[in-house]
């Protein structure tokens, strides 16, 4: 036996939920993972917002805590940053970098907003840097499509990214409920913030599709690329649209190759869309995250499981700090980010989608054929149109038509449905929503 | 620029479906793969059995086809090997490890019989060894195992792992027909062999098993250590006796850890099991594969997708031959195996499972203190019991006892069904099966 190699030096920025996981996982398993990595870690400093506060649950010295990030990032070999935001996390990582050590971070905004500079420091140092933890919580899915994929060409990629949004379009699929009163359910039981902005107008899931595109697609895509819908305009009627259908409605996070007449570029966006209860999307329930791929070889892949939480997302740090801590001791360096394809990203306009509406209309000759007209005059070929006409409460006769398109370019499904607003035998256009995953 | 640096040699060995679908993905995405990995990758030969088949729908140079594949590993930096079975593979494998090659394979029975022996090759020759192809064909699931929940601790691994056997108890389960007739129409569509043993009685799933364990437990589990039971003993009344518990019955490939009174254990098994239609295994329909991870911290993970196929597993090659080759760019290792945990594998009787049986009784008073004497004096705890009395084709009334117990050995389970069949009361025991994933 040689003597053994000093420790790696790990520093957590982050005393919080994800931070207080991490550090007993680091000490619980010290033993497996220095196996693992063939060096023993050791956290050389965790850095907080506020001084005195108790975390003597931990376990650790409490001498390790400190006020002063910027300090500590200097001493260490591998900087685990999970404080979230923006700044001071960039200028964190980056003196981190520029001190020489790998950085293992979960941090979305900042990935999706600002990666290629991050990724530039880490190429200029020669460090790597790991951010597994940053979409899906648990979900090994970043890994899988850098490395596992790195030899197959990805079509697709649709996630169900946000658990909030997952649980609350869940329960009013299962109880019929109307969005706001399940949003404060969600909150009550904890599922959902106090502000639940982020989760429910999509900026969490968008963050998330630029990252997933990124890497997807070797090419650079920024939270502003990507096409952002949220859930407040989905109501217990589309829900049940999509239920009569034999669909159920999700937030998807959606990035795709598209061939467009200028060659092909990259459609990342956001929206509540219905998709068919037999696709294995469907059937993620609760506040569960999947990522579905669909790729060239390997063809359609998915990834389940929990997005969030303490645990869930430090078993994803810990992987990384694993990964960034074997090339430590083997040398060499991790896949870097590769942006080469360079592929443009497209307009909503330009992506191609399915549009299912369902619109109240007069009940009286020539309704269905105007409508058709409207639909043909954008070139929108139509697939299937469903009539019923119902008695409504005050003993009228109502019409509705139940119509779900091909597929066509978003620009051209939009303008349809803003033109078939405009017609005389249309009362109102009572549900549009995207249909996808067929 | 400087200039660009000699090529990386590839050596294939083995010229069927995958071996067609890896070359001809390598040469339609050889600018790609060069970018990604920072080097180009050049097909120096390929081992066919025989010389002289017309092979020009692969669009390769006729010379790089060779039938000395000894002579052919040692000039190559990255041998991939897809010939399958133990020898020449093992042999040409060592040889090239020796020549300094690192070397990717899709060799489950391999793998599952001798992996130690070829870590350990790979060590000694600082060469990587890569397989991500063995288990579940394209599903990324080896290097999440091994790389993404590297800082977790796993206690059980869960595979559907088999395609063919899938789709025949899935096909079973929606026609109600029997085993043979099911396997023979599995064969009319080309999901079952024209000898179908090893998928049938599970030797494939049982090596895929081994290799499952072995990563996820960090020891070394070997195919003779795995449980093995096919589905030939799975009848149409188990399949129905499956639906009215409000479960399905798969083929699967159990990898856990068992906590004895000696210490922690592996309990490595393939066996036919019900389990609850809620579970998201049982939604896994068709040929299709998947792989349920439980992890301490990162909770439930599911990974699904198509487990063979020429290009699914050649998609799955090709991301561990950009990883092989990124490491001889970069420079270090990949992570190679660890087995320092160095856990005994239990004997089938010390694993813990639930049991499901069916007894045809006589239809009289003290039956039930009977059956559920012999349940207790294996200490084996019944949860549910059901009593149905039908009456049969010659107009008797039939009493059925359908028994679920808790958790116990498979030791105790096993001596209580075969006491039970001893039971004047009882006249048959018509389905036992045990009952996973609750």
Do not use: W
Request: with cysteine.
């Amino acid at each position: 036996m040689t003597t053994p190699a000093a420790p790696l030096r790990v520093a957590l920025l982050g005393g919080g939920t994800v931070g207080g996981s991490v550090t007993r996982m680091l000490l619980e398993q010290a033993d497996d993972l220095e196996q693992r990595i063939g060096r023993r870690l050791e956290i050389v400093g965790i850095a907080v917002r506020r001084a005195g506060r108790d975390r003597s649950d931990l376990g650790v010295d409490p001498s390790l805590f400190t006020t002063d990030a910027q300090e500590l990032v200097t001493r260490a070999d591998i900087v685990v940053e999970l404080i979230g935001g923006i700044e001071p996390a960039r200028g964190l990582i980056l003196r981190a970098m520029e001190h020489g050590a790998s950085v293992v971070t979960a941090n979305k905004a900042l990935l999706a907003e600002d990666g290629a500079s991050l990724h530039t420091a880490a190429a200029e140092h020669g460090v790597d840097l790991y951010y597994e933890a940053s979409v899906a919580g648990a979900i090994p899915i970043l890994r899988p499509i850098r490395d596992s994929l790195a030899g197959d060409s990805i079509n697709r990629v649709i996630g169900i990214v946000n658990g909030t949004t997952n649980f609350v379009l869940d329960a009013m699929d299962t109880t019929g409920a109307g969005l706001f009163e399940t949003v404060e359910r969600a909150q009550a039981l904890g599922y959902a913030e106090a502000d639940p902005t982020a989760d429910v107008e999509g900026f969490d899931a968008a963050a998330k599709a630029a990252i997933l595109s990124s890497l997807a697609f070797h090419s650079r895509v920024s939270t502003e690329d990507v096409h952002r819908e949220g859930i407040t305009g989905v109501g217990a009627r589309d829900i049940q649209a999509a239920q009569d259908m034999g669909c159920t409605v999700k937030l998807l996070a959606i990035c795709e190759k598209v061939a467009t007449a200028d060659g092909t570029g990259i459609s990342a966006r956001v929206h509540p869309a219905m998709i068919p209860l037999t696709h294995p999307l469907a059937s993620v329930r609760e506040a569960y995250n999947a990522v579905f791929v669909e790729a060239e070889g390997a063809g359609d892949l998915m990834f389940y499981g929990q997005g969030a939480g303490g645990d869930p997302t430090a078993s994803a740090v810990l992987g990384d700090l694993v990964a960034v801590a074997r090339t430590r001791v083997t040398g060499g360096r991790g896949p870097g980010a590769s942006s080469y394809a360079n592929l443009p990203v497209l307009s909503m306009g330009q992506a191609v989608t399915r549009y299912h509406v369902s619109l109240d209309v007069e009940d009286r000759s020539g309704v269905l054929a105007a409508v058709a007209t409207k639909f043909s005059e954008h070139d929108v070929s139509i697939e299937t149109v469903r009539q019923q006409v119902v008695t409504d409460d005050d003993g009228a006769p109502r019409a509705t038509l139940i119509i779900v398109t091909h597929a066509a370019t978003d620009a051209a499904l939009s303008a349809t449905v803003d033109e078939l607003a405009q017609l005389d035998a249309v009362n109102e256009v009572t549900s549009v929503m995207r249909v996808e995953g067929s």
